[in-house]
């Protein structure tokens, strides 16, 4: 007796397991067809009302609604994003913010603050208090112009600097040149950082240079570069920025210090792609946002196959590229901050996320890299026309 109950109880016991592997099988074949609730939960990316900005949603402004859906499930699965806006046409159409993110935040842009340097030079020409291109960077630097060892400086212009052709080296190369980036006072570095190229005849990105130009800038307009910019860009579309980093003498940083908000960072996009217009006024001259947007070094740099966005060049502080079958021009910004232009689909794609300020490594790049990949495979995936 004792026996066949030990047979009942062994038959009783792999039948159990056999029903639990079963189950589990079936669990995890689910799981692998994509039925989970997660993948067919609905993404609500529905714009937020208010703010001077008309919305509607994608199938209004004839953008497929299937792909904007995609887009943003993605976005949910970015750890370090803040904010993804898609503008069509001049109205928003999709919004969504993410990892504590909000619309009032107002984000460290990183080197996207150079597109607004380079709209400010243009409008500092058109106001007169700076001439042309191509005075040179020298004579706004009085007290450091006899300490010029390199005669090559004395000749850099202000269209080099605008192109990323002065010459000055990528402070990303040599580890003395961040740590004077992110801690030194600024005038000094023309002399104290070598130039790795004859100024005009390649691309370097070089952070310094942008913020040479911003206290150019102020120099020429003063005596405050940020109430320049407030008179001048700012209050014109109605952006109100936050902090503006500043170095240690007190000079505002143009090579990344300005703090937006997703909306007023879609707001300069705009106003880009309505070839400096807004509200009916001429903010920044037409003729500059047409010079801007053109890329003066082609191939600029190169990612290989780890970037949608390929045949990277730059303009006047504005990137150029393709993704698909589309030109784009964008802003970028340290950490995954766009503000990207697709002119021929009259469409402005806003993201900002975490700045990593002071880290540049792998696990920044990760992140980096995600978010301009995401924008940049929706890009890719729109067809061609309006």
Known sequence: MRRNSLRASSRHLVRTICIWTALILTLLLLAACGDSPDETAPIDYSPLPGAGWEVASPGDQTLDPELVDALYREATEQDTLYSLLVVK???LIA???FNGGSAEQKTLIQSASKSYISALVGIAIEQGCLSSVDQ??????????????????????????LQMRAGYPDEETDSAFLDALYWGVYPPLIEDFPLVSEPGTAFNYSNVTYSLLAILLERACGPDLKAFAQAHLFEPTGTEVGDWLQDREGNYIGSGGIHV?????AVFGQLYLDRGVYDGEQVVPAEWVGQSLRSYSERARSYGRSLTFRDLGYGYGWWTARAGEHNVVFGWGHGGQLIALVDELDIVIVTTADPFFGQHDGDSWKHEKAILNMVGDFIESLPAGR
């Not at 060892?149 to 850099?156: H, L, M, T, V």
């Not at 908000?261 to 960072?265: E, F, Q």
């Open 95 to 97: 919004e969504g913010y």
């Open 261 to 265: 908000t997703p909306r007023d960072a």
């Open 89 to 91: 046409d001049g109205v």
């Open 136 to 161: 040179t960077m020298i004579d706004f630097f009085p007290e450091i112009a006899g300490r010029i060892s390199d005669p090559r400086k004395r000749g850099i212009t202000i269209r080099q600097m």
